[in-house]
């Protein structure tokens, strides 16, 4: 099996940025984490992180025909990008939608998600545990 995570702008500054909000944890070390857990499972995993739109579309477009999942946390481009969400439907591929806090309790217009109508699932106010239970998520789709 083989795993793309999608990690949107400014999920690079994770322990920098609003560690009340997204905790102290790095980039680096989410990273870390989310390879591990992937080895253990015996999956192949590529983490890829951009704070352009474009790049991210053009890292699901490069999915296609090669991952049989998507783990996406799209950052601000949740709420924004109509591109992403078309990027998603034109691969087809099994999709989680992750976001490591609980959005639905922030700032309204947090609780907007296009790339949800392109995900079968979506994790929210796990913290990073929320990328595990999404590849989890994936795992039991492919199989049945």
Request: proline share 3%; charged share 25%; glycine share 8%.
């Amino acid at each position: 099996m083989n795993i793309l995570v999608i990690n949107g702008p400014n999920l690079n500054m994770l322990g920098i940025r609003e560690p009340d909000i997204y905790g102290k944890e790095t980039y680096n070390s989410l990273v870390e984490k989310i390879e591990g857990y992937a080895k253990d499972k015996s999956i192949d995993v590529n983490c890829y992180q951009s704070n352009h739109e474009g790049d991210l579309v053009d890292a699901i477009q490069k999915a296609f025909g090669v991952c049989d999942g998507i783990v996406i946390n799209p950052g601000a481009y949740t709420h924004t990008s109509i591109a992403i969400l078309d990027a998603l439907k034109a691969v087809n591929i099994p999709a989680v939608e992750v976001h490591i806090s609980d959005v639905d309790s922030r700032e309204e217009f947090r609780k907007i998600s296009y790339v949800r109508n392109a995900c079968f699932e979506t994790i929210s106010g796990k913290g990073t545990d929320g990328y595990l239970l999404a590849i989890d998520a994936l795992i039991k789709r492919v199989a049945e």
